[in-house]
């Protein structure tokens, strides 16, 4: 349940951030942002989500594990590049979410001679999160594409969900990378990214439910007290 909860949670918090202004027009956006009293909140929110469906993914972890066959090395690679990709979004919403919030809101109500200055702070943030979001991106990219891989080349469900965890993982690659050299922007792979990724958590939920527990398994012969004359 937690891969697709995940997704969903990152859905509803991000259809409630500001997004009125153009993101790269940085002072537009920053006094979006301080008008704002539910940004903190929003951000907890998406990083909660986030930890949820890694949650996911260690369920999925060990799932395989108790396949019989065992994780594959793609899916340990995997599990760490999650570990990675968590610290990674953690520090990116403590930037986003709350250090730049204060950042904007010192800047909107900064006397006119210091708003030069409360502004270079808040660029400097700014720029940290352009760093932290290509960096999460990249990482969460490898997980799912470590993850995908382990599932397509293994025998634990079926094959083809891991293709579109792979898939996707690309795609998140393609617009971490691009971020490093743009900023923040809504590119198609980030498109591409997000519908496999709700896909994939989907299609695994259904192949990771319960099925039932089975025949239960015989009940051991009663030991047999000592015989009697």
Known sequence: MALPLGVVLLVAATAVHPSREDVMNHTAVFREYAERSDWIAIHF???VAGLVFFG???ALYFAMLGKGEGPSPLARFGLAAMILTAAAIAMLQAV???ALKWAVDAWAKAPADQEPAALSAAMGLRWTEYALQSYS???LGLTLVFFGLALAFGHAYARWPGWLAAASGVAWVVHGVMVSYVGLFDSAPRLVALVLLAAWAFVMAVHMWPRGHGAAAPRAAAPRGPATA
Do not use: S
């Open 45 to 47: 929110t998406q990083w």
């Open 56 to 58: 996911g993914l260690v």
């Open 137 to 139: 991106n990249i990482l």
């Open 96 to 98: 986003d979410g709350v």
